[in-house]
């Protein structure tokens, strides 16, 4: 059961799954877990604009991901995200945001849920358009140019990111993203 405070807009995740036997009898729905947002919160921002800038430099951005789960939450789980944005010029600029989305699912979480795309991928994306608009917002705000994030495919970064996993599997660890 969703709580009330949960908002409209969920996304279900299911999957039709064909009859092997005869493909002309039909085929069954397999319900899989959903997901709702249930919180974006803004938990940490450090930024710093050299007096006398009016405009952002060039920079450098790292950002890192964490989906987290409590041991005593059977049905919630947080994805944590860290966004750095450094000048590449020499300039003090920085802007370091870190954020908690916190989810609901409709059943208990179970380790394949852990490892399914639905909490590493999907929930990423769904929450990162939320770091988006409180950048634009912020920034626009405190008095500099509006700083717009491109949109960024998590089903993508994650092909990318396994594979390169895969191949540094021999021995040699995996780079991490610059937090």
Request: glycine share 4%.
């Amino acid at each position: 059961m969703w709580r009330a405070s949960s908002p409209p807009h969920l996304f279900y995740s299911y999957y039709r799954v064909m009859n092997t036997e005869d493909s002309r009898q039909g085929s069954e729905d397999v319900i899989q877990h959903a997901i709702a947002l249930v919180n974006f919160v803004i938990t940490k921002v450090d930024f710093f604009v050299p007096p006398g800038e009016t405009d952002l430099p060039d920079s450098e951005v790292g950002m890192s991901h964490k989906v987290a789960f409590e041991d005593g939450l059977d049905r919630a789980f947080m994805v944590l995200i860290q966004l750095r944005l450094k000048s590449v010029q020499e300039s003090d600029f920085r802007l370091n945001v870190d954020a908690v989305a916190l989810f609901n699912t409709n059943k208990p979480i179970d380790e394949q849920f852990k490892q399914s795309p639905l909490a590493n991928v999907n929930a990423v994306a769904i929450a990162f358009p939320f770091l988006r608009s409180f950048l634009a917002s912020f920034t626009v705000n405190a008095g500099v140019p509006r700083l717009i994030l491109p949109s960024v495919n998590f089903h993508k970064v994650s092909k990318v990111t396994s594979e390169h996993t895969k191949k540094s599997a021999g021995g040699e660890e995996p780079s991490s993203p610059n937090p």
